[in-house]
């Protein structure tokens, strides 16, 4: 098998992406394919159309155009098999705000929200905008950019003198807000590894961190400990795991997803965000659940890009 991994790109998330890259190729070294770590540049096109009847792409681009459907509709164009959601059901994932709607729909819990641009703000008066959203949400809010990952723009806002810093925070990274309840309780992340009926949940990993789970908590260790699997109840675990699967099949997510979920005091699942490519970094979560379902990550790897390979020659997805 040969395998291209795709790394880097121009977001906000390449430095991430490149580790994840690196240590995809380094598995899938492991298990005996020939695998490419190829940047998001001119050279793409020409590396994907030397790939041969043996080959397959592992998209590893974190943030916009890795996530948004963007690549997934090239290589899609290309007709080159890759890893992963394709290109529509990326689109809705990448929107959090019409992710929120699906799951809603499907009664799969998820906080209170509301969306709004920063053009909305500047028109209607931002004073008036935030006392609104107070008055119907409540303290604590969770800011975040409505498109976007790693925890990059979001803040948690305790008292309504912040949410105007956490507004701005956010708007440097996406010109639409999505605002949500703060929900407390137990957050885990859910890795959901298979496609549709196949698709099963990773022993879910408590995150325990001292102040918010930002991209520094995420990315650099010492700051947040992690269990895998969580310190839950085996029913406990059943709920969040029920919940991640059901999230993965109502967005026709494939291969691999990761989604992250608080477990509130009432013991109801409140799903925050999907991940159509999870962070796979030496301090990421789903590797560390791989590791938890005492399987070998290597062989893991090699049998998501096998089963891509095999999907596309047989056309039956």
Not at 183 to 188: K, L, P, R, Y
């Amino acid at each position: 098998m040969n395998v291209l991994v795709l790394a880097g790109g121009l977001s906000h998330e390449r430095d991430v992406s490149i580790r994840s890259g690196r240590r995809v190729q380094e598995a899938l070294r492991a298990s005996g394919a020939k695998v490419t770590l190829q940047d998001v540049d001119s050279g793409l096109i020409p590396a994907l159309q030397k790939l041969g009847d043996d080959g397959v792409v592992w998209p590893m681009l974190h943030g916009s155009s890795g996530e948004d459907g963007s690549l997934q509709g090239l290589l899609e164009l290309l007709d080159v098999p890759y890893v992963g959601t394709r290109a529509h059901e990326a689109r809705v994932a990448w929107v959090k705000s019409v992710a929120k709607a699906v799951l809603e729909h499907e009664s799969i819990p998820t906080p209170e929200y509301v969306t709004l641009p920063q053009s909305l703000f500047r028109e209607v008066g931002a004073e008036q905008v935030m006392d609104a959203i107070v008055g119907k949400l409540g303290l604590p809010l969770a800011v975040k950019p409505a498109r976007g990952g790693s925890a990059l723009g979001v803040s948690i806002v305790t008292n309504r003198a912040d949410l105007n810093r956490a507004l701005v925070h956010c708007f440097a990274y996406d010109v639409t807000a999505l605002i949500e309840k703060a929900v407390s309780g137990t957050e885990v992340a859910v890795s959901v590894l298979g496609t549709g009926d196949d698709a099963v949940a990773l022993p879910p990993v408590e995150i325990a961190v001292d102040g918010p789970y930002d991209y520094d908590a995420r990315y650099n260790p010492g700051r947040v400990e992690y269990f895998a699997p969580a310190r839950l109840s085996d029913d406990d675990i059943a709920t969040v795991s029920d919940a991640a699967v059901a999230v993965h099949r109502e967005l026709r997510l494939r291969d691999l997803s990761r989604v992250d979920i608080i477990l509130d005091e009432d013991g109801a699942p409140q799903v925050l965000d999907i991940n159509i490519t999870p962070g796979l970094t030496e301090t990421s979560l789903y590797p560390q659940a791989i590791a938890a379902s005492n399987e070998n990550l290597a062989e893991v790897y090699a049998r998501v890009a096998q089963g891509a390979l095999n999907r596309h020659s047989t056309r039956d997805s």
